[in-house]
């Protein structure tokens, strides 16, 4: 499976090494690292990864989440807590087939301070919560190493489908045209837009489109644009057609 494992502002260079090394017991070899607080590099990340060298020294760097997403169909993040306007995170053992049926999946982890913040989490189609104990501390190589195991080694059914959904930037794209019809109509205000949306990534990214599909609604919001924008010049020429200029000449 072409798994990539994305590293959200990782602060500690041991975490990333060791992140690597669980990768590599699991068979993933696609490490991708947010604006790293640290060099990924270092001599204790190398440490770290042991034999899982060579994959740490081929992961590639982004400065943005968006970026490192642009090419993945499904994205899964991670996080331990329930968000407001967000779906409830997931069992991974449930997220499986979805993840086995894509053709690029990503897995997701944040910080190791405070996980994933709600606008990552948006960018994501789906989350996942590691069960645990009372006690829920893990550190980020054994969470990247656990969900990994369940997407790439834990048994499973046949998946219930087979599609090749769109990327994770065409979604993106997808969102802001929608935000920006959105206000081009009034169905939202600056105030209430961002949960507006957030209502909308959930229904749409549970739609689980496909790239034509997905040109197919953003067709349908240029021609909502197209038409609020002629029905305004068509009012402005009205009224700047005065009504002595307007009106049939008397007869004498």
């Given at each position: 499976m072409n798994l990539?494992?994305?590293?959200?502002?990782?602060?500690?260079?041991?975490?990333?090494?060791?992140?690597?090394?669980?990768m590599l017991n699991m068979g993933a070899h696609d490490l991708r690292i947010v604006a790293?607080?640290?060099?990924?590099?270092d001599s204790q990340a190398l440490?770290?990864?042991?034999?899982?060298?060579?994959?740490?020294?081929?992961?590639?760097?982004?400065?943005?989440?968006?970026e490192a997403l642009a090419d993945r169909d499904v994205s899964v993040g991670t996080s331990a807590r329930i968000r407001a306007d967000l779906p409830a995170p997931r069992h991974p053992a449930q997220v499986r087939p979805l993840v086995r049926a894509a053709s690029a999946p990503a897995?997701?982890?944040?910080?190791?301070?405070?996980?994933?913040?709600?606008?990552?989490?948006?960018q994501c189609q789906v989350t996942v919560r590691v069960p645990t104990g009372d006690y829920a501390s893990l550190?980020?190589?054994?969470?990247?190493?656990l969900v990994c195991y369940e997407f790439l080694q834990a048994q499973d059914d046949t998946p219930a489908y087979d599609?090749?959904?769109?990327?994770?930037?065409?979604?993106?794209?997808?969102?802001?045209?929608?935000?920006?019809?959105?206000?081009?109509?009034?169905?939202?205000?600056?105030?209430?837009?961002?949960?507006?949306?957030?209502?909308w990534r959930a229904l749409l990214d549970r739609a689980l489109m496909s790239s034509a599909e997905s040109r197919l609604f953003r067709g349908f919001l240029r021609?909502?644009?197209?038409?609020?924008?002629?029905?305004?010049?068509?009012g402005a020429e009205r009224e700047s057609v005065s009504p002595s200029a307007a009106a049939e000449p008397r007869a004498e």
């Open positions: 990539a494992v994305v590293l959200v502002s990782p602060k500690t260079p041991g975490n990333i090494g060791a992140a690597a090394r669980a790293p607080r640290c060099d990924p590099l440490a770290m990864a042991v034999h899982a060298s060579d994959l740490l020294r081929s992961a590639r760097v982004y400065p943005t989440l968006r897995l997701v982890f944040g910080p190791e301070e405070t996980g994933l913040i709600n606008s990552d989490l948006e550190n980020l190589a054994q969470a990247v190493l599609r090749k959904t769109a990327t994770r930037e065409e979604m993106e794209a997808l969102y802001g045209h929608l935000h920006e019809t959105m206000h081009l109509i009034g169905y939202t205000d600056a105030v209430r837009a961002r949960h507006t949306l957030r209502l021609q909502v644009q197209w038409k609020v924008e002629d029905a305004g010049k068509r």
